[in-house]
């Protein structure tokens, strides 16, 4: 009676994961438009894109564990999104660009995966 299935306990973890991961993109949605408020040289876009370097590093090396659950294509896509979006950092602090716009555009993507239903996309 009180002990749950294995499969339920590991679901209820993936979306305690997948709701957490929102927050997280939605926390760098949210500095990354104030620091193209703000502009390039600024204290804004510093720490936007330290936040961002550092989810998009963490989020590439869990992906790359053979424990991630997700289907390899969707692995090696979002590895492939990472990679780019650690280049476009570059590109800002190295002063190549000073638009944050595909950035946020990215990660709005990526925040709105996350709030998807993934048992039903499993069944369309």
């Known amino acids: 009676m009180y002990q749950m299935r294995y499969e339920d ?10 709701e957490r991961e929102s927050i997280l993109f939605d ?3 949210k500095m990354l438009r104030a620091a193209q408020k703000a502009g390039p040289s600024t204290r804004e876009a ?3 894109v330290a936040f961002t370097r550092k989810l998009w590093i963490i989020l590439i090396e869990d992906l790359g564990l053979a424990e991630n659950a997700l289907p390899t294509d969707l692995k090696a896509s979002l ?3 990472g990679f780019f979006i650690l ?4 590109r800002l602090e190295n002063g190549e660009t000073a638009d944050f716009d ?3 555009e990215i990660s709005e993507s990526i925040r709105d995966g996350l709030a998807t239903n993934p048992e039903k996309s ?3």
């Open 9 to 18: 306990i590991m679901e209820d973890d993936q979306m305690g994961a997948r």
């Open 27 to 29: 926390r760098c949605i």
């Open 46 to 48: 510093y720490e936007a």
């Open 79 to 81: 590895i492939s999104i």
């Open 87 to 90: 280049k476009e950092i570059q």
């Open 102 to 104: 595909t950035l946020v």
């Open 122 to 124: 499993k069944n369309d």
